[in-house]
């Protein structure tokens, strides 16, 4: 976060040239600021704000927090997520007091965010946008910044241990069915496929998210 403060500067040359110091967050006005899908969070514990003399305040806090975020899972495991991280502060009306806006461009924090991913998870970033715009709350305007993340999921893993496991055992079941093998030979193998498909929509049961309003396509063969 930055902002600037009038009140509080000062010439260096009267102060040891001293340009910028470090205080607690506390000592100073800061803006207050919401995320609006939070659902938990973890704070650090980097509570200060650097301030130059020209009155600029610079506060950088990191946390990790949980949002969240509406599922569409039909495509599985072939699907596309986006989910929003709306940043708003309902305390001050954006037509007076307090409006809020982004420094860096969406290339810019695409760049910046690529560059913190460590290990290549289940998901792919793809995407990232940015919507400045106002909120109307009862009587009153608000500013808000919401992040659209959106995300790719990484396929193979789900191809290797479930889809072509299924696919096999649809074959074996064609091949079966219409092969030479007598009735008994049949019913025996058709009893073993019922309980390999079992199994594998157990496990697909468990991989699957429940908060879609759509099924999987896979989940419904």
Avoid at 45 to 69: E, K, M, R
Avoid at 88 to 116: I, Q
Avoid at 173 to 200: C, H, R, T, W, Y
Wanted: with cysteine.
């Amino acid at each position: 976060q930055e902002w600037k403060n009038s009140f509080a500067t000062w010439n260096p040359q009267d102060f040891c040239n001293i340009s910028k110091v470090v205080l607690p967050t506390d000592t100073y006005w800061s803006p207050p600021i919401f995320i609006l899908e939070r659902v938990n969070g973890q704070n650090s514990n980097l509570d200060y704000v650097a301030i130059t003399h020209n009155g600029n305040f610079n506060s950088t806090q990191p946390f990790q927090v949980t949002l969240t975020c509406g599922l569409m899972i039909l495509k599985f495991p072939f699907d596309t997520q986006t989910c929003n991280l709306s940043i708003a502060s309902f305390l001050y009306p954006a037509v007076t007091d307090l409006v809020m806006k982004m420094r860096r461009t969406p290339a810019e924090m695409m760049k910046d965010s690529h560059s913190y991913f460590l290990t290549d998870g289940e998901w792919k970033f793809t995407n990232l946008s940015i919507i400045e715009y106002t909120e109307k709350l009862d009587d009153g305007e608000f500013s808000v910044v919401t992040y659209v993340i959106s995300m790719e999921r990484r396929p193979t893993l789900y191809i290797l241990n479930l889809i072509l496991p299924t696919c096999a055992l649809y074959l074996l079941d064609m091949a079966v069915l219409f092969g030479p093998s007598s009735l008994e030979e049949k019913i025996n193998f058709q009893i073993a496929i019922i309980l390999g498909s079992s199994m594998l929509a157990v496990i697909l049961n468990d991989i699957l998210p429940t908060s879609s309003n759509k099924p999987p396509v896979i989940g419904t063969r």
